[in-house]
């Protein structure tokens, strides 16, 4: 009796001791948990910090210059010389906002009809290969289609037009449009498919052909989302800096007349490229004063095109709209005024007409100032005749037309793709007749191309050692531990901004905050600014690859007694890996394929190049931007630079492309 007294007394301390080891053990996991998301909110909150510095840094070091130069004269003054103690910047300004015009008439007739074609007519095989491409389109280095403008399409633009000038505002312009449609075609493709099925199931079911519902349900269902697309383009445009330093001419004048498409034009982020080697002091701060305009206006984008798209989501997902001001008195007595309803039905009525009025008025102007009065008229009308004759046809004849024309379109694009590609081919091949031109070292003008791929390498290497990390652990936070609170949406709107800000707002930043603290231009500045510049797009990719994990995922490995945080490290990461990867090196090919940051803040063009953390390297960019701008005569060596760079981006696509499409098959949700 007395030893089964014991026996018992005995497991009751054992069972007692392991239920407080439980709640300890417990209590411990709990902490690390907590510990977890805490530090991945931090790091998730370092683009909130990064976003903040840009405007401290910016603002900091131009806001001397208006102390000088009143608001006003900076503005709306019309001279622009900055060594000359004059920073009148109405007509870079005007010229950056005519550059992203332009871009945009050719790129959203082009963008919208090929994101139609991809979203509602294309065969999924084709869907993918076109999707493929316009990947390879926005792959292609900015410096690659500056080359292109500046050796190439010059030429030919001042033979199929027989004017004097080649570069020119078309000329920039329509590299720009080519350069803003993967954006475009990305977000209205998004925004075509989003729309729910039942629409289109009702269409058909009220005897809609397909081309009905596509144009008259489907797109004007997503137009929100085309919008933001085209704002995007836009910002895109805007931001620009390479390829309109290199073709559009550099005349700080508004073109006479203003429609003149084959005038010179200078914009803010070539102002700030050309002039920033040579400027001190007040010239100095008038380029970053530039910056600051430069980056308001995108930011203003972004965050419009951000606002459009989340409106779209919350639309079709079924969420009412905020209700901000509906208890504001005055607000709602304006919404109940019988004025503003008469003036709100009207607009609502005419605005169809009006809207189509101001453009048939616009495009008659154009053409009068083209052509003359008569030959305008005279187009004008013909454009008119086939609009009405379009509208008028049989449903299916008006069908084969529209579908036809969305092919005529993609074939289109596709074919200056395949030009740009093949004449880079063309003009870089005779520099591999030369068997040392990638095994030796750069001369100036002459030489090879090892040390400038070693810099460039080196330059990629320590971008992506600071922003993997970083990107890969705010992405499971945003996608694991995250909700929808002020917080999270600040650290997301940080991040769309971020990834929004053109490249030579952060090559200036990467100057104020890394090479000014550090005496000079390093690889260490010049990575950790590219690093920065990619951080966005690493986060979205993690986020996106961790979410596509499916739930249950989680939930069986919850049930079997592993915390979040070990759910996380041992069943979504490895998961969500393959797509991370492919990320990370759709990151390094834009890394790659970088100018204007590394300009600010790492390269060198002569003399000994050594693979220093603290010391400047050469890249490829930097290297074939110097060639075609100071040395006419080397034609073939920046030849062999633009393909050697051209291979070196597209071999990484490659290599995301098989990695994404290798796992795709193999994944079993």
């Keep these: ?52 510095f840009i405007i401290i840094f910016l603002f900091t070091l131009g806001g001397d210059f208006f102390l000088e130069v009143p608001l006003s004269e900076f503005l709306l003054g019309t001279n622009w010389s900055g060594n000359d103690g004059f920073f009148g910047a109405k007509y870079v300004i005007l010229g950056t906002i005519l550059v992203a015009i332009g871009a945009l008439v050719f790129a959203i007739p082009f963008g919208i009809g090929i994101a139609i074609f991809i979203a509602e007519i294309a ?52 590299l720009l449009g080519l350069m803003a449609l993967p954006t475009i075609i990305s977000v209205c493709e998004d925004a075509i498919s989003s ?53 559009a001419g550099g005349n700080v004048l508004l073109p006479n007349p203003i429609t003149d498409i084959f005038s010179g034009i200078r914009t803010i982020t070539a102002t700030i490229a050309f002039e920033h080697k040579e400027a001190a002091g007040i010239h100095q701060s008038g380029l970053f004063a530039l910056a600051i305009v430069l980056f308001l206006m995108t930011l203003f984008i972004n965050i419009t095109a951000n606002r459009i798209l989340s409106r779209l989501r919350k639309k079709f997902e079924g969420k009412s709209k905020e209700k901000r001001f509906e208890k504001n008195s005055f607000i709602q007595k304006l919404k109940n005024d019988s004025g503003i309803i008469y003036v709100k039905e009207v607009y609502n009525k005419y605005k169809g007409i009006i809207f189509k009025l101001i453009l048939i008025i616009l495009i008659l102007w154009i053409l009068s100032t083209w052509l003359g009065v008569f030959p305008g008229i005279f187009l004008t009308g013909i454009g008119l005749g086939i609009i009405v004759f379009f509208r008028k046809l049989n449903p299916r004849y008006e069908q084969w037309i529209a579908f036809s024309l969305m ?20 003009n870089g091949l005779p520099a591999f007749e030369d068997p040392n031109f990638l095994t030796t070292n750069s001369q100036g003008s002459t030489g090879g191309l090892l040390d400038v791929m070693l810099g460039t390498l080196a330059l990629t290497g320590v971008a992506m050692l600071f922003s993997i990390p970083l990107g890969v652990f705010a992405g499971v936070y945003l996608s694991e531990y995250s909700r929808e609170t002020r917080a999270t949406k600040i ?17 200036l930043f990467g100057y104020s905050l890394f090479v000014l603290t550090m005496g000079g231009r390093s690889l260490l500045a010049g990575g950790l600014t590219l690093g920065i510049m990619i951080l966005p797009t690493i986060i979205r990719t ?27 490290v041992k069943i979504v990461l490895p998961s969500a890996m393959p797509a991370i ?60 630079t633009a ?27």
């Excluded at 007692?16 to 909110?41: N, Y």
């Excluded at 092919?407 to 063309?426: D, E, P, V």
């Excluded at 650290?491 to 090559?507: H, K, Y």
């Excluded at 690859?545 to 759910?567: D, H, M, N």
């Design 1 to 52: 009796m007395r030893f089964e007294i014991q026996m018992a007394s005995e497991y009751e301390i054992q069972t007692k001791t392991l239920d407080r080891d439980l709640v300890e053990g417990s209590k411990d996991v709990a902490v690390a948990d907590k510990a977890a998301k805490g530090i991945l909110f931090i790091i998730a909150s370092i683009a909130v910090v990064i976003v903040f």
């Design 123 to 174: 065969p999924k095989r084709i869907k993918s290969i076109l999707k493929g491409l316009m990947e390879i389109l926005a792959g292609i280095p900015s410096i690659v289609f500056g080359y292109f403008g500046r050796t190439i399409l010059r030429f030919w633009i001042e033979d199929i037009f027989s004017v004097n000038r080649g570069l020119c505002w078309f000329n920039a312009s329509f």
């Design 195 to 247: 729309v729910p099925i039942a629409y289109k199931k009702a269409s058909y079911a009220m005897g809609a052909t397909r081309w009905q519902t596509i144009s008259k349900v489907m797109v004007p269902a997503a137009m929100s989302g085309i919008t933001a697309g085209i704002v995007l383009g836009m910002g895109r445009a805007i931001g620009e800096t390479m390829t309109v330093t290199m073709v």
């Design 407 to 426: 092919i005529i379109l993609t074939i289109i694009i596709l074919f200056f793709l395949g030009i740009i590609i093949q004449q880079i081919i063309t």
């Design 491 to 507: 650290i997301r709107s940080a991040i769309d901004n971020l990834n929004g800000t053109p490249s030579i707002v952060f090559g």
């Design 542 to 568: 993690s986020e996106e690859a961790c979410i596509a994990i499916p739930q249950e995922f989680r939930e069986g490995s919850l049930a079997l007694g592993s915390t979040k945080w070990q759910s996380i």
């Design 581 to 640: 990867i492919t990320g990370v090196i759709l990151g390094m090919g834009r890394v790659a394929g970088e100018t204007a940051p590394i300009i600010f803040t790492a390269v060198m063009y002569v003399g000994p190049s050594s693979i220093a953390l603290l010391e400047p390297v050469k890249a490829l960019t930097f290297h074939l931007y110097i060639l075609v701008m100071t040395y006419p005569d080397a034609q073939v060596y920046a030849g062999g």
């Design 643 to 669: 393909l050697t760079l051209l291979i070196l981006v597209l071999f990484l696509y490659a290599i995301a492309f098989a990695i994404r499409s290798y796992y795709n098959k193999k994944k079993m949700w």
